[in-house]
């Protein structure tokens, strides 16, 4: 089954430090993948995706991750994480289910907290 | 416009009521769709509609009734629901859905509680 894990339930950072959020993938064939934030009681915000190309993707919000093949992970990083950083983050991956359709599975979620 | 929309923010209802949620963009995007969320969990897909037909459901119960009128508007019937079916209800957007990897717009949800 193709599927994303996000390994840790909560990260906490000190405001000013780096911050890293882990993801890693099972998929057969290239994977596409997002990562996606939530802020308290709304929807999905999109942060940015990988599809081919280069390993480091930048998105918004100063946010970039790496696409790393030989571990099968596509880690969120920070260079200095903010105090509105402060959200629930979620690694998707693309998956077929059929008839040529496909939808994302999504990570169980990594809760972050930036400490000010 | 590059927003999703959503009525009502907030829904309390009963378990005899009928009741409907509302979605709406003008993004041009031919896919949208229906997750279900409870607290401090991914999002679960319900409802895939793409150009204006139902593409995907995933065996979610009959008391909920997805419709598409149009290109711009997704709408989730409910009724007869159980205390169990109270959660965040997510509705998101695509360009299109089959073959692509385009990234989903989500709406602020619609929060529902059955008493």
């Known amino acids: 089954a193709q599927s994303v894990a996000q390994p840790e339930d909560q990260v906490n950072v000190a405001e000013g430090n780096p911050l890293t959020v882990k993801c890693t993938y099972s998929v057969s064939g290239n994977p596409y993948l997002f990562w996606y934030v939530q802020y308290p009681n709304r929807g999905l915000q999109f942060l940015l995706k990988y599809i081919t190309g280069d390993n480091l993707v930048k998105g918004s919000y100063g946010f970039e991750a790496e696409f790393n093949k030989s571990q099968t992970s596509f880690h969120l990083k920070k260079p200095s994480a903010l105090v509105s950083d402060s959200a629930l983050y979620f690694c998707?991956?693309?998956?077929?289910?059929?008839?040529?359709?496909?939808?994302?599975?999504f990570g169980k979620g990594t809760k972050l907290s930036v400490i000010p | 416009d590059t927003e999703v929309t959503q009525t009502p923010k907030h829904l309390v209802m009963g378990m005899t009521n009928k009741k409907s949620l509302k979605c709406e963009q003008h993004m041009g995007h031919r896919a949208m769709y229906w997750y279900k969320q409870k607290a401090k969990k991914p999002p679960e897909l319900m409802f895939v509609?793409?150009?204006?037909?139902?593409?995907i459901n995933e065996s979610v119960p009959s008391r909920f009734s997805p419709e598409c009128p149009n290109s711009s508007l997704l709408n989730l019937h409910l009724h007869a629901l159980q205390p169990e079916d109270s959660a965040l209800y997510l509705c998101a957007s695509s360009q299109d859905h089959a073959g692509t990897y385009n990234e989903q717009f989500f709406g602020p949800g619609t929060r529902l509680t059955v008493l």
């Open positions: 998707a991956v693309r998956v077929f289910s059929g008839a040529g359709s496909y939808q994302l599975t």
């Open positions: 509609y793409s150009y204006e037909k139902l593409s």
